[in-house]
Structure formats: structure tokens, C-alpha cells
């Protein structure tokens, strides 16, 4: 059932009901008859709708934000910045997309051909909690520019931001049957996909959710994309700022209270440093992440989206302190509300969980390498390939370094995040398919081939 609970304190807020079948079955209806008019709609006037999408997304930061405190607890601040990036994609693909979709020419050995770049139908989209309103923007923004229609399906946590976001839309231009948010349920899903008029489905979340939307998805012969988990290492060559590179190393770990796919969670750092990297990482972490109110801009640590995720994360840590990690710092459950001590972990070996686990909340593994060769071999052993990153002094080292890890995205002296211009996704267990750029429009296409 679609709930909104805040979770600093663990009220029930608001139920509502799930969307009935023959409501879903209604809306994909609606979103393959509107696909026939919104794709004929010159891509000029489609790029100038959610032009208008990003002006309101911006006029709306405010309420937006204050939503998604609610609903999952993100600090105030951070919402705000959320939809900062939000604004920055629906921009880019407005600016941009008519550019990448115009024809590309072709010179053939004996004559000319043109690759024509068109839409595909309606779309399904299944988004995540850990960020409301991003997640929905960098599916949505490029394949309404395309020309595609939307079929979203939201978060069960989420339904005042999925209502949000699709009031914007229609508000800025988008028909009605363009964009249809549904508050459907995981068991419909199926055979949604199984319909003919639903042409492709793209999924953030757990890895068992793709598993199980990507085997639907190739049952019935549909494009998927999918961003799963992610268990990023960050590596510490070198550094002449010990303070500076703790601090940036801390701040994006615990960004969201960890509850990103690409934060990075484990930092593998060179032995000559290690010591001082854990000594002076455990004290920033135990002094400066100190649970709050997430509507007060001042506080450091929010809750995490529910009640049921701080104590799965909290079970993870007990496991791994159990199986012989050591816990430098942090790791008690803090109520009532979903609040969870930051945590610092060492001495996580292959034996234990956690080494293989995502850890989905504000916890730190950090790993020791003697040489460089370790560090990559250690940032390589996972069963995630989403993101990774290398700080150190000497560029060549870092790309050298960058070129050898397993990952669909390496940030070089910068841990991870995203922006509008730049793909997103991963390899390995951490999905398929890339979103953001000029990649992302890319995945929804037809690229027609047209001989001259």
C-alpha cells in the first residue's frame, strides 16, 4: 500500500489506496493513445514544454524538498539540491535534445544513408525512494523530448512526490496522456510488461528488482534499462591534504545517509597512510554526524527512509562486527524514528558479508593496500560495477589507476555524484544501460536507417 510515515519519528501520515487493475490497465491505454499525438509534435515544441518543466521544478524547489523530507527523510538541504539537478536535466535535453535528434548522414561505399532518430512508444518506468524526484527526471526528461509517453510507476514511500512531479508536468504542457503516475503495486507489473503497447521498461533499484523486471522484460522481447546496486571503492594513492581528503571522502559517503547506489562505500587506502586516513576519518565521522531533525538545515545525520531500512543496515553492521570486523565507531540503532549511528568499519575481510553486501545507510568500510596493484584488485573484487574513484597527487598515476578498475563511471580526485551532461550507469550486477548525456536519450530509440 502507498504510505507516506516520516521517518524521524515513525508516524503514519497518510495511506492510500493501490491503483486497480483495470485503473492500470486504463492508464496504459491512455499512454499508447497519447503516444500517437505527442510523438507527431515537432521536437522544437517538445523541448520547449520541458523547457517549462525545469522553470517549474525550479519555482516548486521549496515544496518539493519539504516532501521528500517527509516522506524519506532527506535533509532539507540536500532536497533542494536534488532538484537543483533535476532543473539542470530537464534544461539539458531541452536544450540539447533537438540537436541530438537530428538525422545522422552516412557515407556508403556506393551512395548515401541517413540514421533517422525516432521514438518507440509508451514507456514504463519503476522508480526508487533514495531520490524522489531525480530519479523520475533523468528516465523522463530525454524520452519526452524524444518523443516517447510515460507509464510511472513510483515508489510505495513516495506518492506526494510522485503526485508532485506529474502536476508539474502537465502543468508545463505535457498532455495528460503523455505522463500517467500510477500508484501501482510490484505483482502488477508482470503483466504490464506482457502488454504489447507498453514498448520498454526502466528500473532504479535492488538488484532482486532487476533480476525480476529484466526477466519479464525479456519474456516479452521489451528494451530495459536498469540501475541497480552498487558498492563503489574509493581509492587513496596519495594525498597532501590529509584533512581536506577525509573530509571529501566522508561528505560523499554519507551523503543522502549513505542511501546512494554510487556513493562510495569502501575506501581502500595505501598502507603508508592508512593509519592516519582511519584515525582522523572515525573522529570527523563520530563528531560531526550527529542525528537530527532532516527539516533543520543545521543537522548532519537525517534518519534513513524507514524504520525497517535503519534496522537491516544496523543488522548488517552487527553481522560484520560479529564475523570479526572492527567497529571504530557508531553502529547502535537511535529512536525512535530511523535514525542510525554513523559507522566506521575495519578488518572486513571476503569471509565476512560485507564484503560482498551493499551497505545502504551511513556506514564507512575502509580497506588496507600494500601496493597498487592490491588496491585495484581489492576495488575490483565485487559484484558491483556501477562507480569508483582514485584521489591522489599525480594525474598520470590516477588515470592509469582508472583505466584498470571494473566500472561504468570513474571520477578522478572526486567521489562520484552526477550531472546533467555526463552518462550514468554501470556493468556487472549493477545493471545495464546508461541515462544522463547524450547517451541517455539513446535507449528509447529507433535508429532508423534510411538509404538514400
Not at 550486477?429 to 530509440?445: K, T, V, Y
Request: aromatic residues 6%; negative net charge; glycine residues 8%.
Amino acid at each position: 500500500m502507498y504510505s507516506v510515515t516520516d521517518p524521524a519519528t515513525g508516524e503514519l501520515i497518510e495511506e492510500l489506496a493501490n491503483t486497480t487493475d483495470e485503473e492500470v490497465r486504463a492508464a496504459i491505454d491512455r499512454v499508447h493513445r497519447g503516444y500517437s499525438s505527442w510523438r507527431r509534435r515537432p521536437v522544437a515544441e517538445r523541448a520547449e514544454i520541458v523547457l517549462r518543466a525545469a522553470e517549474l521544478f525550479s519555482e516548486r524547489a521549496e515544496d518539493l524538498a519539504a516532501i521528500m523530507t517527509l516522506e524519506m527523510g532527506k535533509r532539507i538541504n540536500e532536497g533542494l539540491g536534488e532538484v537543483g539537478v533535476v532543473v539542470d536535466i530537464f534544461e539539458y535535453y531541452a536544450n540539447n535534445g533537438p540537436a541530438l535528434l537530428a538525422d545522422e548522414p552516412l557515407a556508403l561505399k556506393s551512395g548515401k544513408a541517413a540514421i533517422a532518430k525516432e521514438p518507440i512508444g509508451a514507456l514504463l518506468g519503476v522508480m526508487p525512494w533514495n531520490f524522489p524526484c531525480y530519479q523520475v527526471a533523468r528516465f523522463v526528461a530525454p524520452n519526452l523530448v524524444l518523443g516517447n509517453t510515460i507509464l510511472l510507476k513510483h515508489a510505495s514511500i513516495c506518492p506526494r512526490s510522485a503526485a508532485a512531479i506529474e502536476e508539474i508536468l502537465h502543468d508545463a504542457g505535457v498532455p495528460e496522456d503523455a505522463y500517467v503516475n500510477v500508484f501501482a503495486s510490484s505483482k502488477q507489473i508482470p503483466w504490464v510488461l506482457a502488454d504489447p503497447r507498453i514498448k520498454g521498461v526502466s528500473l532504479t533499484g535492488s538488484e532482486q528488482a532487476g533480476i525480476s523486471v529484466a526477466a519479464e522484460a525479456g519474456k516479452n522481447l521489451k528494451r530495459c534499462v536498469l540501475e541497480l546496486g552498487g558498492s563503489d571503492p574509493l581509492i587513496v594513492l596519495d594525498t597532501d591534504d590529509m584533512d581536506e581528503t577525509v573530509k571529501a571522502t566522508a561528505t560523499a559517503r554519507m551523503r543522502n545517509c549513505g542511501q546512494s547506489c554510487n556513493a562510495p562505500k569502501r575506501m581502500i587506502v595505501m598502507a603508508d597512510i592508512y593509519e592516519e586516513f582511519v584515525d582522523r576519518l572515525t573522529k570527523r565521522v563520530a563528531e560531526y554526524y550527529v542525528p537530527g531533525d532532516p527539516a533543520d538545515p543545521a543537522t548532519t545525520l537525517p534518519p534513513l527512509a524507514s524504520i525497517a531500512a535503519a534496522d537491516e543496515v544496523a543488522a548488517q553492521v552487527e553481522t560484520a562486527v560479529r564475523q570479526g570486523a572492527t567497529l571504530r565507531t557508531g553502529g547502535n540503532r537511535i529512536g525512535p524514528g530511523a535514525y542510525l549511528e554513523a559507522t566506521v568499519l575495519t578488518d572486513v575481510t571476503p569471509e565476512m558479508n560485507a564484503y560482498y553486501e551493499e551497505i545502504f545507510g551511513p556506514v564507512v568500510m575502509v580497506f588496507r593496500a600494500e601496493t597498487e596493484d592490491e588496491a585495484i584488485a581489492i576495488a575490483n573484487d565485487s559484484p558491483f560495477g556501477l562507480g569508483a574513484s582514485v584521489f591522489g597527487t599525480d594525474p598520470d598515476r590516477g588515470r592509469r589507476v582508472a583505466d584498470r578498475i571494473e566500472a561504468g563511471m570513474v571520477y578522478l580526485n572526486k567521489s562520484g555524484g552526477s550531472v546533467a551532461d555526463l552518462p550514468f550507469g554501470g556493468i556487472k550486477r549493477s545493471g545495464m544501460g546508461r541515462e544522463l548525456g547524450p547517451l541517455g536519450i539513446e535507449e528509447f530509440m529507433n535508429k532508423k536507417a534510411i538509404r538514400l
